[in-house]
């Protein structure tokens, strides 16, 4: 049976051989590794093996995850739906947040990150399928939300993140990936200086490395299934 070590290595690879076949180097794309239902044992496997920067998606899970994995100094991203009763513990605890699609969750974050810490590096999710279901700013709206967003105190916007739908059609997900890096490079010839597009998890590296990913967001494919039910808190 694999280790989190073996698969953290076969996606590592996976990576590389992605940003090679795309005419990219390796290093410019980075791996967050999706920790949200594993215990803070599996985070401290996956730190053993060279892993620093893990993602979670419910703030209470992650928020003891940070505290009892602080000595070992990791990066941590939020990379689920936010809701406004949440903003202060995710901008006291996380580097970074993903998951943006409305101003008044950045204006929170800005107005209760410690003056004391770093600026908070923010991402606005983009629903680049357009599901009703799905979070995220529709692409028409997201050169105002950035502006606005990119104003704020305390907060540093680095650039765009999605997850389009579930599908197996390689031709679609590349689409909805091209969608966001177009927004990204319209956002820039704006004057927004951003560096990262946040997109492709397990089963979609290589059509997202492909699109110019430069986080790719893995839980599965190093952790393996769900360790137990989401607790969505």
């Given amino acids: 049976m694999k280790t989190i070590s073996d698969r953290l290595q076969d996606v590592?690879?996976?990576?590389a051989a992605a940003?090679?076949?795309?005419?990219?180097t390796p290093d410019e794309v980075h791996l967050l590794a999706v920790s949200k239902t594993w215990p803070a044992a599996a985070v401290r496997e996956a730190a053993a093996a060279g892993q620093r920067a893990f993602g979670e998606n419910y703030v209470q899970e992650g928020v003891d995850k940070i505290e009892a994995l602080r000595e070992l100094g990791l990066e941590w991203h939020f990379i689920g739906p936010l809701q406004s009763n949440k903003t202060r513990l995710v901008a006291s605890a996380f580097d970074w947040v993903h998951s943006i699609d409305r101003l008044k969750i950045a204006e929170r974050l800005s107005a209760q990150r410690d003056v004391h810490l770093a600026p908070l590096n923010v991402c606005l999710q983009v629903n680049v399928s357009g599901e009703e279901s799905k979070?995220?700013?529709a692409p028409g709206e997201v050169a105002a939300l950035a502006q606005a967003v990119a104003d704020l105190p305390r907060l540093r916007l680095r650039g765009l993140m999605c997850i389009p739908e579930p599908t197996g059609d390689v031709t679609l997900l590349r689409a909805r990936f091209a969608l966001l890096r177009e927004l990204q490079a319209q956002l820039i010839a704006a004057g927004l200086s951003l560096d990262t597009l946040s997109m492709g998890m397990s089963h979609d590296i290589e059509p997202?490395?492909?699109?110019?990913?430069?986080?790719?967001?893995?839980?599965t494919a190093i952790f393996g299934e769900r360790a137990r039910p989401a607790n969505p808190n």
């Fill in 12 to 15: 590592r690879a996976r990576v």
């Fill in 19 to 24: 940003a090679t076949s795309a005419r990219r």
């Fill in 208 to 219: 997202a490395v492909a699109e110019g990913a430069t986080i790719v967001r893995v839980g």
């Fill in 135 to 137: 979070s995220g700013v």
